[in-house]
């Protein structure tokens, strides 16, 4: 149980263009996910926080007209890197967490390129 | 300051040896998590802890929680290059509402 699919795991896009991630909770409902950025051989940057339904939490210095972050349903949520550039590229992994629950499991990760 | 410190940073080991990871917060947790990661996976959960002075065991790796609940540690007991990986504690905290924060990470390599 707890599985989380985050798709793709790797995009190239051309500068300008715009990106969506997918991240799925497959066999519980995620109340709350989270998406995160990471650089190489460091740890995870928490982008933004989001609940059902409701807008997502941004951290302070992510751009929320820039990534767009989407929590239509308790199973899925969406991260759209707008207007890519390549300073963009990185690793993007999203989490995810039932509401009574305290872990949060994540998914395989997408690395962005971005040409 | 940072919320959640972790250490060390990086840790190359020889097969066979002892190591400990440290996590320490200048807060109180409400819960801990400690996770695996390999290069272009997402992390994996190891252990959560949430009562002070718990203990849990997984094969060669102890996790223990702190009393004052601030404070954790990884002990892994004969290292074997299955274990390279970099390692992440993350914690929630009451007064952060549900957001899981990240220590630093701990890059372990454990040499044949």
């Known amino acids: 149980g707890a599985v989380v699919s985050q798709h793709p795991s790797r995009v190239i896009c051309k500068s300008g263009t715009s990106v969506k991630i997918e991240c799925r909770s497959l066999?519980?409902?995620?109340?709350?996910m989270f998406w995160y950025r990471q650089f190489p051989k460091q740890s995870l940057m928490l982008m933004a926080t989001?609940?059902?339904?409701?807008?997502?939490?941004?951290e302070q210095g992510v751009e929320k007209d820039k990534f767009l972050i989407n929590h239509a349903s308790l199973t899925l949520s969406t991260l759209t890197v707008t207007s890519a550039h390549p300073e963009d590229s990185s690793f993007y992994i999203c989490?995810?967490?039932?509401?009574?629950?305290?872990?949060?499991?994540f998914g395989q990760g997408t690395r962005l390129t971005v040409v | 300051t940072q919320l959640l410190e972790q250490s060390p940073q990086f840790l190359s080991i020889q097969e066979g040896e002892n190591l400990t990871v440290y996590c320490n917060s200048s807060?109180?947790?409400?819960?801990l998590q400690w996770y695996r990661q390999e290069p272009g996976e997402g992390p994996v959960l190891l252990v959560t802890v949430v009562t002070g002075g718990e203990v849990k065991k997984l094969k060669r790796l102890t996790f223990q929680f702190g009393d004052a609940r601030k404070d954790s540690s990884l002990h892994i007991t004969a290292a074997q290059p299955g274990d390279t990986g970099l390692y992440l504690c993350a914690g929630t905290y009451m007064e952060y509402g549900n957001k899981l924060v990240f220590g630093a990470g701990t890059i372990l390599r454990v040499k044949s």
């Open positions: 989001s609940n059902e339904g409701s807008k997502a939490t941004y």
């Open positions: 066999d519980f409902q995620a109340t709350t």
């Open positions: 989490s995810a967490r039932e509401w009574d629950r305290t872990e949060a499991f």
């Open positions: 807060s109180v947790f409400s819960s």
